[in-house]
């Protein structure tokens, strides 16, 4: 099998684990797209080059991680027009998701309203243990995984991923507190 | 709010984590990933820095080009002007020439 076909087969096989960790960072579905394709054309660059040291996936959910992280920095400076566009995009996603949920739309959007302040809360817990519970929580990850592609230790891993519910529980006491 | 009711409302929010809404790649994410990637190759093979001295390079002949063709349009005109001048002058000389010549002949006679 060519380097062109692997590549190829590696694509279908993880393409839709790279979209959903970049949208565990974003938060929008474009968004989160458009950085899975630079995952894969950055992998594609490096793809000769990847000599295994660490598993296919971890490789290609590092890559993921950093690009995102990229992403949301370019994000932060852009703020002003990105927060134009997130709002209309959160306001499609949100149509989005009332109609995908099999509940009523009361609950439906009771349900939209808490997943936003998670999200929310998400953005402002420190990087290391947002990147650590977003693996866990979008991808499913194992600590072994996560400590691989944050090269650190599985316990590091475990106390990154506890500390983040931590800090996620109190900023929406905090929230919760002030309403 | 009261303090149970926050501790509850955290609670009930903390428990979406394990149920957060996924993300899939759409249908057209392999074709637009080999579309880029194939314009990278492209680029690869070609890079941006020899396309830009090859499009100086045109630039440059261009210019050349039309400096050449000017001079030797006006080269060629002065010379094809200055021949027509010559022609006419001996033409006219001739013609009056000739007329003396014959007058002459006339006188002569």
């Known amino acids: ?10 694509v279908e096989e993880y393409k839709d684990k790279v979209v959903n960790t970049c949208y565990g960072f974003v938060h929008q579905k474009e968004d989160a797209e458009d950085i ?6 950055e992998a594609w660059q490096s793809y000769a080059k990847f000599r295994g040291n660490s598993s296919l996936s971890t490789w290609l959910y590092r890559i993921a991680v950093n690009k995102s992280l990229d992403a ?30 099999d509940l009523d739309p009361l609950q439906a959007i009771e349900r939209n309203e808490r997943e936003q302040l998670l999200l929310d809360a998400l953005n402002k817990i420190p990087q290391n243990q947002r990147i650590a519970i977003t693996l866990s929580k979008f991808e499913g990850l194992s600590t072994r995984e996560i400590a691989a592609i944050m090269e650190t230790t599985e316990s590091a891993a475990e106390s990154l991923m506890s500390r983040a519910k931590e800090s996620l529980r109190k900023q929406l006491e905090n929230y919760y507190k002030k309403i | 709010m009261g303090t149970n009711n926050y501790n509850e409302e955290t609670e009930k929010t903390m428990q979406l ?70 022609s006419m002058i001996e033409e006219v000389s001739s013609m009056y020439f000739s007329d003396n010549i014959s007058s002459n002949t006339v006188n002569i006679k």
């Not at chain 2, 001295?53 to 080269?75: D, E, G, P, Q």
């Open chain 1, 36 to 41: 899975a394709q630079d995952v894969f054309l």
């Open chain 2, 17 to 86: 984590l394990d149920s957060l809404e996924k993300a899939e790649s759409s249908a057209y994410f392999s074709t637009r990933l080999e579309a880029r990637i194939q314009k990278l190759e492209e680029q690869k093979s070609f890079p941006m820095e020899w396309k830009l001295t090859m499009k100086y390079a045109l630039f440059i002949m261009i210019i050349a080009l039309n400096v050449i063709a000017s001079y030797s349009y006006l080269k060629g005109d002065s010379i094809s002007s200055s021949s027509k001048r010559k």
């Open chain 1, 72 to 101: 949301l920095r370019k994000q932060k400076t852009r703020k002003y027009i990105g927060l134009f566009k997130n709002l209309l995009q959160l306001t499609n996603d949100n149509t989005a998701k009332i109609k995908n949920h």
């Open chain 1, 1 to 10: 099998m060519n380097n062109k076909e692997a590549f190829r087969q590696m």
